[in-house]
């Protein structure tokens, strides 16, 4: 006895009294299932061994007289008989291990014990596997027939009892993989690849535990459409109809992950829809998004779903399994108890969590709509007078198509959602950011994915179909190609936009290809070197920034020419400009559809932070207008644009650089009268575009302003607020 | 060696339940004989004395009959899991999680490296980004007397993330990773310790998980899933990704689902921390830690759980050379295991019969390949005459070695949803197989013959990742501690 085991056998103060075997209940259904295994095995053995040692030998003679070896016959049952040349006779009995048999029985019971579970594939890799088996049990069969004829019997013997028994393991064996691999899925409806590497591409929140890693350094590869059998047999053998409702039949069975992909706004629709076919229809489905899913919208449409669905006979586990879920849920959560089994209230946001998922759902409350008799808003009305500076309780919105603006972090954003709210319009702010300031602005909160996300358009699609969303607003540059390239489908779903000529976008956002525009239109803009060997051309001091940046990113302010060569060595993606000197400003422009100026408003860069004007003045110049006019001419831009610059000590204006969108300045530009944003929307809409104007001398000085809200996104009163007093 | 009694603030199991006893002063491991080289001579005078009286033949074929029966049990049992996890598996992996939130006992992760400089970015990385609340977590990385800039790097680390300790440890201070774990130990006070291997990267989720089990006080300790995270690396990782499959999704699930006996791992793992200080803490005198505290909580009267849902990444070893190495320390302490703990573990009155008889079968695993090895002998033997046929022969030797294995890597690619390709990666289990053979076997004699052999750490290669690491700068050498 060893000194630990002795301490922990004496040492318990509580014996436990001896169980029974508390796993006993698993075990039957196994020890049942071995059972199985070994009923297969010996009823095989016992009716279909004889049939096989009778027909392996008569298949076997048959093969050999059909190569031309007719000195073999099988007329003895379960025989072989070989007539040598010499005259000797070998009589070769086909045994029970000379047979396949116990191959066979043995794939046979694993198939039915272990891989029924993939039913028709299981069935197809026995069938083929079986198949392999008795091809190859032949060959062996044959070659020892042969071996015999051609040397003799000790020949015959050792090749079959040689040979021929590892060639039967290997045989065995491989008819063993080939059963595997067929019954395994196919690359693309696997969950892992042969090196583990998951391969579903399941979103995060979706993924099973450990089905396959993902390498950091792994790019997202776009699955790959190979030609396959099925493939070519739906689309050339089977009939259509047939096809269809096949195809129909297997994507109902195909693995649910990619709801998951869909915006939670989508994923919501979805939801309903499966459910208005029936749970029991999609009750696997449904059974993953109650799995999976957390966003509380979805899942209480699901909730709700199966609330109104309780006359549905519950025809398998998987819809009790809703049932319970529901009702778990709905206790949870007794306030989203449905009311009347009606649909939900179109009013209430789904969600406000679309993309990407966070870590918490951060509901927020409903916005309440105000009854229908309010009038609403004209786009062109002028509105209220423009709020003072610190977020105010937003006015209540108008019962009609909503506004999205997009980028509602940014200050360009942020300006422009609280304008459309001064002006009455119903806006959903959306942002990649969860936490985008501008979402507390505005009457409803969406995140969304990022511009160059391939599902953008399709997330921006969700949101305007669920919050009833008729005109976008985009304020982030980095969008409009894509926004460009989705826009026959946004204006299919009757989402108006205005957007830039995709040239004219690109023209902005390469600063290399500005400055060709510029020197090719005579636009005053500094020299310019896009690689190391133009350096030479271009005076110093200079700033070197990446070709396509925004907000000083990246930004270098260098004095020696050796420093800017180096740097443009480095890295191909930046280039090196002649640093100006003067007084920079920034103009906030409106270019028509035609291409026609609206408005010009010039301001003083008085002061920035982060590459955010902080303070600043507007102010009038002709020379400014004129060269800010040419540029935006030059590259062709339409719609809103910020156009930034120098003033030199003698007047002459110059341009750096044009953004494709509201500036971060742009209020300002709408306290000194110019009210773009108005004008755009109403662009953006199709209405004509009003005259506008400003006040030159209007001074601008920003400040932090904050917006609060609870861990359940509920908001939290400011405490500098001023009181409310009554008399 | 620490005291028997927890400090206070750590959770006690309740009354009524079984606790682990306190351990006495000194070291409570220290008794158990390294070899038994007069056993394996008792052994080989036996077979000669009874080969002498009755014949060689005859006692061949006695053995050869006995063998099967082996075979043939194991056969049952790996069957047995395969369907078993066949049946299962896959819903457990879809089922709903239950419970993850609400239960927060205090959780110290325990971490020894060793010479991990290729890796230890990468673990530190996913330690810091396991969710769990960081008022009841604590990380100790044991830095073990590493030569490489291992320290360096977890210096650097602790310096940044003011939420990890690490501990140095004197080049030579003995005990392997047990010895390590037992000095981190010393410095954490909380509820439940759970261990990660230095080229292990768990997942967010896993702590939440394995932890969730210690509601029921009965639980001692919890197992989680190591997945293979370098598959593309070889061959042969490649091959081992299979076998963690295999030996996850269907061994040891199958063994908690049919007999609620699973083992305790060595790594992604969670103990009761009043139960490891209990049983004296981790046991620095064998290689297979993790083996010898499942037996020492089961026979205390508690149970293992696994979760197949607490999943951490791991690296496999990429040669056939780094394999042999870490099979080699699996074999020679898990048959060290079977020595030092069969007796007491048929004492034991924490156990039901069959649990006992399952307990021993997963006890001899590492013995099975070297019978497998006899088997074979005696085949080749037969062959040329020698040696009756087997007393007992139910089903051919090739069935009964190679069909509950393949059956259970099969079920494994199935379970784990892995492409249909992957079905040959499972010839590479051959050659692996001839090669468990001959490490078994060696490891048997040198165990047996007590033959001198101290922890040996597998060889990383830290080219998969997956972690996004943004390492610290490392101080030069001789700048900072």
């Known amino acids: 006895m060893t000194v630990g085991a002795a301490v922990l056998l004496g040492g318990s103060p509580y014996r436990r009294a001896r169980r029974p075997l508390r796993s006993g209940r698993r075990l039957v259904p196994v020890l049942l299932d071995l059972l199985l295994a070994v009923v297969i095995c010996a009823v095989g053995f016992r009716y279909g061994a004889g049939f096989l040692q009778v027909h392996e030998a008569r298949w076997v003679a048959h093969v050999l007289d059909l190569v031309g070896v007719d000195s073999v016959s099988w007329s003895l049952e379960r025989h072989i008989l070989v007539f040598r040349p010499d005259g000797e006779v070998i009589l070769a009995e086909v045994t029970e291990s000379c047979s396949s048999i116990l191959s066979v029985l043995g794939l046979t019971a694993l198939t039915a014990v272990v891989l029924r579970g993939r039913r028709q594939h299981a069935v197809a890799g026995l069938v083929v596997a079986v198949a392999a088996l008795l091809v190859l049990n032949h060959l062996r069969l044959a070659a020892s027939t042969v071996a015999g004829l051609v040397w003799g019997t000790p020949a015959l013997v050792l090749f079959h009892d040689w040979v021929g028994t590892v060639w039967n393991l290997a045989a065995t064996l491989g008819g063993f993989l080939l059963m595997v691999c067929i019954t395994l899925p196919t690359a693309e409806r696997a969950e892992q690849d042969v090196a583990g590497r998951h391969t579903a591409r399941r979103p995060d929140s979706w993924a099973r535990p450990g089905l396959g890693y993902r390498p950091a350094d792994d790019d997202p590869r776009a699955p790959s459409r190979r030609l396959n059998l099925t493939g070519l047999v739906y689309r050339y053998v089977l009939p259509d109809r047939v096809a269809r409702w096949m195809g129909a039949r297997r994507e109902a069975e195909r693995i649910d992950y990619r709801i998951g992909h869909l915006p939670s706004a989508e994923r919501a629709a979805r939801v309903r829809a499966l459910a208005g076919d029936g749970l029991g229809a999609h009750a696997a489905s449904l059974v993953a998004v109650a799995t999976y899913d957390d966003d509380p919208a979805v899942l209480d449409a699901l909730a709700e779903s199966i609330a109104a669905r309780q006359w549905e006979p519950v025809t398998n586990h998987r819809v009790a399994a809703l049932r319970l879920w529901a009702r778990g849920w709905l206790l949870q959560h007794p306030e989203r108890e449905p009311a009347s089994g009606a649909r939900p209230d179109e009013r209430e946001p789904p969600t406000q969590r679309l993309w990407p998922p966070a870590d918490r759902p951060v509901p927020r409350p409903p916005v309440p709509v105000p009854p229908r008799s309010r009038p609403r808003a004209r786009p062109d009305d002028p509105g209220r007078p423009m709020p003072s500076s610190l977020p105010q309780p937003r006015p209540p919105a108008a019962d009609g198509p909503a506004v999205l603006v997009t980028g509602a972090g940014g200050p360009a954003g942020v300006a422009v959602v609280r304008r459309l709210v001064a002006l009455g319009h119903r806006v959903v702010a959306g942002d990649a950011d969860v936490a985008a300031a501008g979402g507390a602005l505005a009457h409803t909160a969406v995140v969304l994915p990022r511009g160059d996300h391939p599902r953008f358009v399709e997330a921006l699609l969700g949101v305007c179909a669920v919050y009833g969303v008729d005109a976008l607003v985009s304020t982030v540059a980095e969008e409009l190609p894509h926004l460009a390239a989705g826009a026959a489908r946004l204006a299919a779903a009757g989402i108006a936009t205005w957007l830039p000529d995709a040239a004219a976008v690109d023209g902005c956002c390469d600063k290399a290809a500005f400055a060709r525009a510029m020197a090719a239109a005579g636009v005053p803009h500094p020299a310019t070197a896009t690689s190391a060997d133009e350096v030479a051309g271009v005076p110093g001091p200079w700033v070197v920034k990446p070709v396509a940046g925004r907000g000083s990113r990246g930004v270098r302010l260098l004095d020696e020419r050796a420093p800017v060569v180096q740097a443009l060595r480095e890295d191909d993606g930046l280039i090196a400009q002649t640093r100006l000197t003067g007084r920079e400003f920034t103009a906030d422009a409106l270019v028509d559809r035609n291409g026609g100026l609206r408005v010009v408003v010039p301001r003083w860069r008085e002061e920035t932070k982060a590459g955010i004007s902080v303070k600043g003045r507007t102010f009038a110049s002709e020379a400014v207008t004129e060269v800010v006019a040419a540029a935006l001419a030059a590259v062709g831009l339409t719609g809103p644009a910020n156009v930034q610059g120098f003033v030199a000590d003698d007047g002459t204006a110059t341009v750096v650089e044009i953004n494709p969108r509201f500036s971060g300045g742009l209020p300002l530009t709408l306290a000194a009268g110019a009210d773009v944003v108005s004008a755009y929307l109403a662009g953006v809409r199709g209405a004509p575009l009003p005259e506008l104007s400003f006040r030159p001398g209007v001074a601008m000085s920003r400040y932090f302003a904050e917006t609060y809200s609870s861990a359940d996104g509920s908001p939290v009163a400011d405490p500098c607020a001023p009181v409310a007093v009554t008399a | ?481």
């Not at chain 2, 289990?429 to 047996?448: E, K, Q």
């Open chain 2, 1 to 481: 060696m620490v005291s028997g009694a927890t400090t206070p603030g750590t959770g006690f199991p309740p009354a009524g339940v079984p606790t682990a006893a306190v351990a006495p002063a000194g070291d409570p491991h220290d008794s158990r004989p390294e070899g038994r080289p007069l056993v394996l001579l008792a052994y080989v005078c036996g077979f000669t004395m009874v080969a002498l009286f009755s014949g060689l033949d005859e006692i061949l074929g006695v053995v050869a009959g006995v063998l099967n029966v082996v075979f043939g049990v194991y056969f049952c049992r790996h069957l047995a899991f395969a369907v078993a996890a066949a049946r299962w598996a896959e819903n457990d992996m879809l089922a709903a999680d239950v419970g993850l939130s609400g239960y927060t006992p205090s959780v110290a992760v325990f971490v020894g490296c060793k010479n991990e400089e290729l890796v230890v970015d990468g673990m530190v990385t996913a330690l810091l980004a396991l969710d769990y609340p960081a008022d009841r977590l604590t990380l100790v990385v044991v830095d073990d007397g590493s030569d490489d800039s291992t320290g360096a790097r977890l210096d650097a680390w602790a310096v940044r993330e003011r939420r990890l300790r690490v501990l140095h440890r004197p080049p030579g201070s003995g005990g392997g990773k047990s010895g390590a774990l037992n000095d981190a130990l010393h410095l954490v006070d909380a509820e439940i310790a759970v261990v990660f291997d230095a080229d292990h990267e768990p997942d967010p989720t896993a702590l939440r998980r394995l932890v969730r089990h210690f509601r029921d006080p009965v639980v001692g300790a919890v197992m989680g899933r190591c997945v293979i995270r370098n598959g593309r690396d070889s061959p042969m990782a490649s091959t081992v990704f299979v076998d963690f499959l295999s030996g996850y999704l269907v061994n040891e699930y199958g063994r908690q689902a049919l007999f609620e006996l699973p083992a305790y791992g060595g790594a992604n793992c969670a103990v009761r921390m009043s139960t490891l200080r209990g049983l004296g803490g981790w046991n620095p005198h064998t290689v297979t830690e993790d083996t010898d505290l499942t037996l020492r909580v089961l026979m205390a009267g508690q149970r293992v759980r696994y979760d197949l849902s607490a999943v951490d990444f791991e690296e496999a070893v990429v040669s056939a050379q780094r394999f042999w190495k870490q099979r080699y320390r699996w074999a020679r302490g898990h048959q060290k295991c079977f020595r030092d703990y069969w007796r007491p573990l048929m004492r034991s009155p924490h156990l039901s019969p069959v649990e006992k008889v399952e307990t021993t079968l997963f006890l001899l695993v590492y013995h099975v390949p070297l019978l497998s090895g006899l088997g074979l002998v005696l085949t080749v033997l037969r062959a040329f005459g020698i040696g009756d046929l087997p007393v007992v022969a139910l089903l051919p030797l090739s069935m009964l070695l190679f069909v509950g294995p393949l059956a259970e890597l099969s079920v494994g690619l199935l379970i784990g949803r892995v492409e249909r390709r992957s079905a040959w990666r499972l010839l590479g289990f051959l050659p692996a197989f001839a090669l468990s053979i001959w490490i078994t076997t060696r490891a048997y004699v040198d165990g047996m013959l007590g033959r001198p052999y101290t922890w040996v750490k597998t060889s990383r290669s830290g080219a998969t990742s997956t972690v996004r690491v943004d390492p610290p700068v490392v101080a030069p050498a001789g700048v900072g501690s």
